[in-house]
């Protein structure tokens, strides 16, 4: 697969375009003042503590008070606690060694809140999902560091290599190298990328992770709560970190900074692939240039098409997001289950596709084209699950019902991607309505009868190209200009302007001066 990522710089902040064969696929965007990000870690001050729902409610700076829910605290709770307040109260220039760090007893799967949390003590937190609408962040005490290769999780000894990896014998073989190398009171997850690295460079990247846990440690020194203790790397390169594969074969970005600093990452993870980081000066807009602007347009609306003429129906409701399959004007044949069929698999190609841009997380209900077959049924969720394959976030396929509608449950991480493709119609500012042409030419009349008689004379009207064509259709004598200047017994010239909207019009008097009501 072919995958390129298009790199906007701007002073609102940065835009990031993911292409797959040439296809927009997910769409980013950075801004300069984001804060709150997933990853961020943050020193947050209990406020409240509310045993029915088994959380509280952490201050960490947002406008709305971040949720921590007694399931997201972590085993290793009561550890992370001691060292939050072990590392507030050091004084020492240095930061404590955290391989002598003692560390406490797990908590219980079914404790409560005000066990843990006694005391409205800070604690050291990390952004689980980004403030979305009137909600303030989700939180996780279980803290987690991820790199290139390896993620490492503190306060415990495990270590666990990604599923993904499917030979046994190599996920055996990073079991054995991680043990070997991993630092005393951190656990490491071998993630997929890791698939064939040797010794050095799995080490190399736990090096990094654990400088940037020391730098959490001195950040922590003195820090009074509300504070952000560390951000996540910019979304370029968490992105770059995430998806970099052989099949990544050119970036390009507006901004020398970021060409720089992409470079300066890709020489350290992958420097036989230096080639493909590109700077763009060439004029036109980058996105215009990759042709992303075209399909931001063309992916966002409310109907997507598709290439047969059917076409999806996108909706949001307060609980969940509803898609509706439409077939289109193209038969493959006669038989109208095989047409069904290939119409379900075309749309489950773009549903999948659109969930990643989109970024729609929660519950999303499709409602497919009937098939009466069980087995085209299991063919279009196959093709589902297949196409949704490559979407980084947590999801579940559920099969299609009896009544031909499909559940999907997608992870949301961040508010829903939503650009608007539509503008307010000049001619009935959003109304929807628009004077009809009868009403309009008996408008202007009434109009002119009023200026007549208030002693106007050689007036002349302007209106819309499509208005004028209708005043002044068919034969001289048989216009309704003429008519009216025959009724009225004063000249009269009708003008176009294709700059007003429709129903827009104005009266000019000898002078070409506009007469105003």
């Known amino acids: 697969m072919n995958k390129e990522l298009i790199i906007n710089a701007a002073s609102t902040g940065v835009e990031i375009a993911l292409l797959e064969n040439k296809k927009l696929v997910e769409l980013h965007h950075e801004k300069t003042d984001a804060n709150f990000a997933v990853g961020d870690l943050y020193l947050g001050k209990v406020k409240k503590l509310i045993p029915g729902l088994n959380a509280a409610f952490i201050d960490v700076g947002f406008e709305k008070d971040a949720f921590l829910h007694y399931t997201d605290l972590s085993p290793y709770a009561r550890s992370l606690l001691k060292f939050t307040q072990q590392c507030i109260n050091d004084k020492s220039e240095n930061s404590f060694d955290f391989s002598k760090f003692e560390i406490e007893p797990e908590i219980i799967?079914?404790?409560?809140?005000?066990?843990v949390l006694s005391g409205k003590p800070n604690v050291l937190v990390q952004i689980l999902k980004e403030p979305i609408a009137a909600k303030g962040p989700r939180l996780s005490c279980e803290i987690s560091l991820p790199g290139r290769f390896v993620v490492i999780t503190p306060f415990n000894d495990i270590v666990a290599v990604s599923k993904k990896i499917h030979s046994s014998e190599e996920?055996?073989?990073?079991?054995?190298?991680?043990?070997?190398?991993?630092?005393?009171?951190?656990?490491?997850?071998?993630?997929?990328?890791?698939?064939?690295?040797?010794?050095?460079?799995?080490?190399?990247?736990?090096?990094?992770?654990?400088?940037?846990?020391?730098?959490?440690?001195?950040?922590?020194?003195?820090?009074?709560?509300?504070?952000?203790?560390?951000?996540?790397?910019?979304k370029t390169t968490s992105i770059l970190r995430d998806l970099l594969t052989v099949d990544f074969n050119h970036i390009a970005t507006n901004d020398k900074n970021i060409y720089n600093d992409t470079l300066n990452y890709i020489l350290k993870i992958a420097p036989d692939k230096k080639d493909i980081v590109n700077h763009y000066n060439n004029g036109t807009a980058i996105f215009d240039h990759y042709g992303v602007t075209k399909q931001v347009k063309a992916s966002f609306g409310k109907t997507v098409n598709l290439p047969s003429g059917a076409y999806l129906i996108i909706e949001h409701t307060e609980a969940l997001h509803v898609i509706d399959v439409n077939s289109g004007y193209k038969s493959i044949s006669n038989n109208q289950e095989e047409n069904a069929v290939e119409t379900n698999m075309e749309a489950a190609e773009e549903i999948a596709r659109q969930l990643r841009l989109r970024d729609i997380g929660g519950i999303i209900v499709v409602d497919f084209i009937d098939m009466k077959l069980p087995d085209n049924k299991k063919r279009v969720q196959e093709a589902?699950?297949?196409?949704?394959?490559?979407?980084?976030?947590?999801?579940?396929?559920?099969?299609?019902?009896?009544?031909?509608?499909?559940?999907?449950?997608?992870?949301?991480?961040?508010?829903e991607m939503n650009i608007n493709t539509s503008e307010i119609c000049p001619s009935c500012n959003g109304t929807g309505k628009v004077t009809s042409t009868i009403l309009l030419q008996d408008e202007i009349e009434k109009r002119l009868h009023y200026l007549i008689t208030h002693q106007h004379a050689n007036l002349t009207i302007v209106v819309h190209p499509i208005v004028y064509s209708h005043?002044?259709?068919?034969?001289?004598?048989?216009s309704i200009v003429w008519q009216w200047r025959r009724r009225l017994k004063v000249p009269i010239k009708v003008k176009s302007n294709a700059d007003y909207h429709l129903t827009e019009f104005h009266f000019f008097d000898a002078n070409e001066e506009e007469i105003k009501f």
């Open 471 to 478: 005043l002044t259709k068919g034969l001289f004598f048989s």
């Open 171 to 234: 996920r055996k073989r990073l079991q054995k190298i991680v043990e070997s190398i991993k630092f005393k009171n951190f656990g490491v997850i071998v993630r997929t990328a890791a698939e064939g690295k040797n010794t050095a460079e799995l080490h190399e990247d736990m090096l990094h992770l654990l400088n940037t846990w020391k730098n959490i440690q001195k950040n922590l020194q003195n820090a009074v709560a509300p504070a952000k203790i560390m951000s996540e790397e910019d």
């Open 384 to 415: 589902m699950e297949n196409c949704m394959h490559t979407d980084r976030a947590k999801h579940a396929v559920l099969p299609i019902s009896k009544f031909g509608i499909m559940q999907i449950t997608r992870q949301r991480m961040r508010p």
């Open 109 to 115: 799967k079914t404790g409560k809140i005000n066990e």
